[in-house]
């Protein structure tokens, strides 16, 4: 029995089959997935299918394009230059993926492995309780009958620094954006939007979150997607980055969490859809 993180699938169906061959997946393992499932890749509709029907076998973390996805099929916005997600609101289970979808978290943790995953990244100015608790607000959301009103107010790059007198719309924003879109940030807790390049890139300012000294020790070690330009090199102690940009043709990682030893399948074979 073992345990497996993988980072962003991004619709790379037979890619993922494939290291869970090499995995030699069966029964008794789990799978953390770091989120964006969905989203570029060819075979989305088959990616959330295979993973929801792992049941109790898989956990999964929101990424920004399966919020995307939800906002799409809640109606809250209509941009689908992406055709790549259309099977999916065209399925016959199209309900029923969404509403399963819609009940994964933002945040999962396991004191046992001594792990905690997001999709992003934890902001270094929150304590993994307080992270725990704002998730915990937007996915209550989410699962909610407010839904269709949070996607409608979830896109927009502010209020981009976190502070106790946010609320409402703005502060359920505000907290997504940490957990899904974040990569650079400020010593302050300031996000910059406009970066998604390789580390040292940062705008003048800004540095990796991951960087940025904490405010206190976060007691579990992160695990993150999201940044495909970090292709896998952040691995530390406190830290371990686990996409490795499989849908523009590099490579799908997984991470068994018992003891820290990493498999990759090669995707540079890939067709990537342009987003």
Same mark, same amino acid.
């Given at each position: 029995m073992a345990t497996y993180a993988i980072g962003d699938v991004q619709g790379c169906y037979d890619e993922l089959r494939q290291l869970l061959d090499l995995l030699n997946f069966n029964e008794q393992d789990h799978l953390w997935f770091a989120g964006d499932l969905v989203n570029r890749g060819r075979q989305s509709l088959d990616v959330l299918r295979f993973i929801k029907g792992l049941g109790s076998q898989a956990t999964c973390v929101l990424g920004n394009h399966d919020l995307h996805l939800l906002a799409l099929h809640f109606g809250a916005t209509r941009d689908k230059r992406n055709q790549t997600l259309q099977p999916i609101l065209n399925a016959p289970d199209r309900t029923e993926l969404m509403e399963w979808l819609r009940r994964q978290p933002l945040l999962v943790s396991n004191e046992h492995l001594g792990y905690v995953m997001t999709h992003a990244g934890i902001p270094h100015i929150w304590s993994l309780e307080k992270a725990k608790?704002? !998730?915990?607000?937007v996915e209550q959301v989410l699962r909610s009958k407010d839904a269709t009103e949070f996607f409608r107010h979830m896109y927009g790059n502010k209020p981009d620094v976190w502070s106790k007198n946010v609320d409402g719309w703005a502060r359920l924003r505000l907290i997504t954006n940490y957990f899904t879109r974040m990569r650079f940030i400020s010593t302050n807790g300031r996000l910059e939007f406009?970066?998604?390049g390789t580390p040292d890139s940062a705008p003048p300012g800004f540095a990796p979150w991951y960087q940025v000294p904490r405010d206190?020790?976060?007691?579990?070690?992160q695990l993150f997607g999201h940044w495909a330009a970090l292709m896998g090199n952040v691995n530390n102690a406190a830290v371990v980055a686990l996409d490795t940009g499989c849908v523009w043709g590099n490579k799908l990682t997984a991470m068994r969490l018992d003891d820290h030893v990493f498999f990759q399948q090669d995707?540079? !074979?890939y067709q990537t859809h342009q987003a």
């Open positions: 608790k704002y !998730a915990q607000e406009s970066g998604n206190q020790p976060l007691e579990q070690r995707c540079s !074979a």
